[in-house]
């Protein structure tokens, strides 16, 4: 089993930054993938951005990349999604989700639509202009 708690969500106007965080719990975390998705306000839930089990690899929805920054820190089995240069349509509840499948994904589009095993409760992003 694995828990996920997002935090560091909050308010920013638009151009500023936020660091959110992903702690996880289960001895196992370490062989999971994360991904972070968010759901905006009368919007479907959408993928944002991933990272493979060891780190090494990132994955990025065209919408973020270039502003968004996706790290795991192993020792602390916590996850971050740096965001900068916030918009107001970055406006949403975050969430992060852990997977691990039989294949390793090697796309974003992969990323996005493979099934996640767990998720956490998300966090809200409200970014006014």
């Known amino acids: 089993q694995v828990q996920l708690v997002e935090s560091g969500g909050g308010s920013v106007q638009a151009g500023g930054s936020l660091r959110l965080s992903c702690a996880a719990s289960?001895?196992?975390?370490?062989?999971?993938?994360v991904g972070w998705f968010r759901q905006g306000p009368g919007k479907e839930r959408e993928f944002v951005a991933a990272?493979?089990?060891?780190?090494?690899?990132?994955y990025y929805a065209d919408s973020v990349k270039g502003r968004f920054t996706i790290s795991r820190d192993s020792s602390k089995n916590t996850i971050y999604l740096q965001m900068n240069s916030l918009k107001p349509e970055d406006t949403a509840v975050y969430y992060c989700?852990?997977?691990?499948?039989?294949?390793?994904?090697?796309?974003?589009?992969?990323?996005?639509?493979?099934?996640?095993?767990?998720w956490g409760q998300g966090t809200q992003v409200t970014v006014s202009s």
């Open positions: 989700a852990a997977g691990r499948w039989y294949r390793e994904p090697n796309t974003s589009n992969e990323y996005a639509s493979n099934e996640y095993a767990y």
């Open positions: 289960g001895r196992t975390f370490s062989v999971y993938a």
């Open positions: 990272i493979n089990w060891s780190g090494i690899s990132t």
